[in-house]
């Protein structure tokens, strides 16, 4: 007769599942593009490394990468035209996907701030209350996948045991933005910042209903907070254009309408030069004409100009 067996205590079955992140891009991006990378890979402990992509392959081959290296997400930095830069973040091999495009960079060695976590600290992920807007549901989906690509696993062995920093997404109203920033929390400034929280804490009316901050106080207690967040870098902003039902690549659930391309921003940029050229050259042309016009306007008449117009009329 078979029994149930019983759980087991050991570090092996207590131990959860690991969980990595592959992180790499295409071939043909830049410097700076290279260092956001890094700074990338140096706030996910438990990503692997891969060597760039080739041009000639497709992108979905970055679930086979993805699950040769036994990872279930993917960060993938696309380069096109060596200045524009997209990002895919990607649950492999069953998606969803994420094509982002990345704007505003400024790595950690550009911005030296004087924020300094410890490496390989887990963080606490902060979304803004925009993603928790039922009425669209693609940014609950995409707030989803982001918590899955950058939350580090607890207990993975390349981490440590602390959390000393914070992970931002913002969002700014109805903008398809996403802003994201890196903090290092100081503990003896946010203890105090909890501390005026509980002094000007309004009382509570009754158990179920939380304390909430005296509106004379509030701007002292936000200022109190950002002083225990201290900024370490990277910066970027992150423009959705097309979420995928699968990875790299399926049905598409959701689009962008607002996107205005790279390209098509700079066609716009050329066809505004070649029209501001046109207009000044037929600006110059006119001016000329006017000028012309009103200098022969202005000359003086000739007394002798009709002295032999009689006489070449006669002889004819």
Known sequence: MATRAEPSNSPEATRPPRRRVLVFSTRGI?????HLMEDIRALLPHSKREQKLDAKDRLDTANEIAELHGCQACVLFEARKRQDLYLWTALTPGGPTVRWEVQNVHTMSELRLTGNALRAARPILVFDREFDDGAIPHRQLMKELLTQVFTVPRGDRRSRPFVDRVMGFFMAGDAERVWVRNYQIVPDKLAKAAQRWRVHGRPRTDESSPAEPADADEEEMNAALSEALVEIGPR???????????????????????????????RMARLRHDRGVLEGRSRKKARRQT???EALAAAPQDELADVFRGTAEESQ
């Open 236 to 266: 970027l902003v992150l423009t959705p254009i097309r979420l995928f039902a699968g990875s790299f690549g399926g049905k598409t659930l959701w689009e962008n309408r607002q996107y205005i391309s790279p390209n098509e921003l700079r």
């Open 291 to 293: 000028q012309l016009a």
């Open 30 to 34: 830049g410097t700076q593009a290279r």
